[in-house]
C-alpha cells in the first residue's frame, strides 16, 4: 500500500471521530500499541477493496453511553446501549469509506463484529488512535491495514 493511502486512512479516520464526538475530547498521539484490557467493548469492522484491513474500536460501557448521549440527547443504556456501539462503529467506519471514496479510493466495509477478546492478526501497519472522552474514560480506534 502506497504511503499515501496509509495517510489517508488515518486522515479519514481522524476527520470520522471529529464528525461523530459531539462531547468534550481529546486526541492523544498515536501509537503502535492496542489496549488489552479485556473489560472494554471492542468492536471489529473490515475494510476490503484497494484499502485492505480491519478497524477496532475499544471502548468502556460508560464511553460509549456519553457518546451516545452526546449525539441523541438523551442517555442511552441497556440494550439500546449494545446496539449503539455497533451503529457508532458502523458510522465511523462509514465516513471513512465515504471520505476515502472522494479521494478515488474504493473501499467496502463489513458489519461490525463483537469481540469476546481480541486476537490479532498478522498485519504490516498498525496505528492506535488513543482518545481521552473529557472525565469519562478512552476510547481507542486501531488500525491494522495489510500493505
Same mark, same amino acid.
Request: proline share 4%.
Given at each position: 500500500?502506497?504511503?499515501?493511502?496509509?495517510?489517508?486512512?488515518?486522515? *479519514?479516520?481522524?476527520?470520522?471521530?471529529?464528525m461523530l464526538l459531539t462531547i468534550p475530547y @481529546?486526541?492523544?498521539?498515536?501509537?503502535?500499541?492496542?489496549?488489552?484490557?479485556?473489560s472494554l467493548h471492542s468492536v471489529q469492522i473490515d475494510l476490503? *477493496?484497494?484499502?485492505? *484491513?480491519?478497524?477496532?474500536?475499544?471502548?468502556?460501557?460508560?464511553?460509549?453511553s456519553m457518546i451516545g448521549e452526546g449525539m441523541f440527547g438523551m442517555p442511552v443504556t441497556g440494550e439500546l446501549l449494545e446496539s449503539f456501539i455497533g451503529e457508532f462503529a458502523n458510522m465511523l467506519t462509514g465516513n471513512l469509506a465515504?471520505?476515502? @471514496?472522494?479521494h478515488g479510493l474504493t473501499t467496502d466495509i463489513s458489519t461490525p463484529k463483537f469481540l469476546p477478546s481480541v486476537e490479532i492478526d498478522?498485519?504490516?501497519t498498525l496505528v492506535t488512535?488513543?482518545?481521552?472522552?473529557?472525565?469519562? *474514560?478512552n476510547l481507542s480506534i486501531s488500525l491494522f491495514i495489510n500493505e
Amino acid at each position: 500500500m502506497k504511503k499515501d493511502v496509509k495517510a489517508q486512512l488515518l486522515d *479519514g479516520t481522524m476527520a470520522s471521530i471529529k464528525m461523530l464526538l459531539t462531547i468534550p475530547y @481529546s486526541i492523544e498521539d498515536t501509537t503502535n500499541v492496542i489496549p488489552k484490557d479485556q473489560s472494554l467493548h471492542s468492536v471489529q469492522i473490515d475494510l476490503k *477493496g484497494e484499502c485492505t *484491513g480491519t478497524i477496532l474500536i475499544q471502548g468502556q460501557t460508560g464511553v460509549y453511553s456519553m457518546i451516545g448521549e452526546g449525539m441523541f440527547g438523551m442517555p442511552v443504556t441497556g440494550e439500546l446501549l449494545e446496539s449503539f456501539i455497533g451503529e457508532f462503529a458502523n458510522m465511523l467506519t462509514g465516513n471513512l469509506a465515504t471520505l476515502l @471514496s472522494n479521494h478515488g479510493l474504493t473501499t467496502d466495509i463489513s458489519t461490525p463484529k463483537f469481540l469476546p477478546s481480541v486476537e490479532i492478526d498478522d498485519y504490516e501497519t498498525l496505528v492506535t488512535i488513543p482518545i481521552e472522552i473529557i472525565a469519562h *474514560g478512552n476510547l481507542s480506534i486501531s488500525l491494522f491495514i495489510n500493505e
